[in-house]
């Protein structure tokens, strides 16, 4: 099993409050690769052994960084008003032998920063990949767990994933229904109203760094003047 997909722990062991009934969850793409990178790196060692299976060191996951391979995978992420990626999801294809162009599986993985825990994140990232699988023709959703990862595996019994355990570790499948107009409706608005959302942020964090580069020249001629009036 690739050790790259299994899932931090304590993505969700609280349930999400009504206020982020709708969490903006954008795609991210090659260009992204130095943002996750310092997601993953700010992962505790505890944190990392639960997302990779073992307690992964810097350059293991510079690795795992490199060899995410945007052109068959999804990643996607959410962002915080800093633009800094708090949550993300890998979502890895599995086509059948027979048939490569079809993924007929999902394996699913996750990672919350520790302060944003506890906000129902990890719920939102498996919901937005399970319609993501759904519209892209995949009959199962696979999670590939530790044993003791309680919060993600309850985030898959309470999607009604059939959940196996052995030993350490566990596995959970979930059947996925096939899409619809409403799926892939849904999924495009909420593409939408993502990227909008990031847009936002990143203007409004613009403008701050314009602000605040106004305030600093304001003051230096302020201390300027004082200066040649003395």
Sequence with gaps: MDPSITSNSQTTATPAPDRLSWVPIRSLAERHRERIASH???????DRYLRFGYPATDEQVQRYVESIDFDRDEVFGIFNRKLELIAMAHLAYLPLPTQPEAPATAEFGVSVIHRARGRGYGARLFEHAVLHSRNRGCERL?????????AMLKIARNAGATVERDGPEAEAWLKLPPDSISSQVGELVGHQVAEFDYQLKLHA??????LKSVSEVKAHMGETDRAASE
């Design 40 to 46: 993953i790196l700010s992962l505790s060692e505890s």
């Design 142 to 150: 696979f999670i590939h767990a530790l044993s003791e990862n309680a």
């Design 205 to 210: 964090q613009r403008l701050n760094t314009w």
